[in-house]
């Protein structure tokens, strides 16, 4: 699977993209939604993960562009502030949520559940 990780946190950027590649997946990162959707036109994941309090475009903003578009994918909104970002991330669009900080096995459980 093809997957565009964005956030603005480079160790758990790493981390991340680690835990995923290990796992199988193709990965391209962003350390911002302006970024990300430049890279996502290019690439065109099957799944995004997005953090949500990021600088340049927030992940609320990234998540509302990718579905205005209509566009069918996947996204997991992750964010270590409280669950109320998080439920905003839901009401517009992510398919799932991820409360910071979260074990790898969590992170690949979601994943493959959306794949």
């Known amino acids: 699977?093809?997957?565009?990780?964005?956030?603005?946190?480079?160790?758990?950027l790493r981390t991340i993209t680690r835990i995923l590649i290990a796992d199988g997946h193709d990965v391209v990162t962003a350390s911002d939604g302006g970024r990300a959707m430049v890279l996502y036109r290019e690439a065109r994941p099957d799944l995004v993960i997005t953090d949500i309090v990021m600088p340049g475009q927030e992940g609320i903003e990234t998540i509302f562009t990718l579905r205005r578009d209509d566009n069918p994918v996947k996204i997991i909104a992750i964010s270590g502030m409280d669950e109320e970002m998080l439920d905003t991330a839901r009401l517009i669009g992510a398919d799932d949520i991820l409360q910071k900080p979260f074990r790898a096995q969590e992170l690949l459980s979601r994943v493959r559940a959306l794949a």
């Open 1 to 12: 699977m093809k997957i565009l990780v964005i956030d603005d946190d480079v160790l758990l």
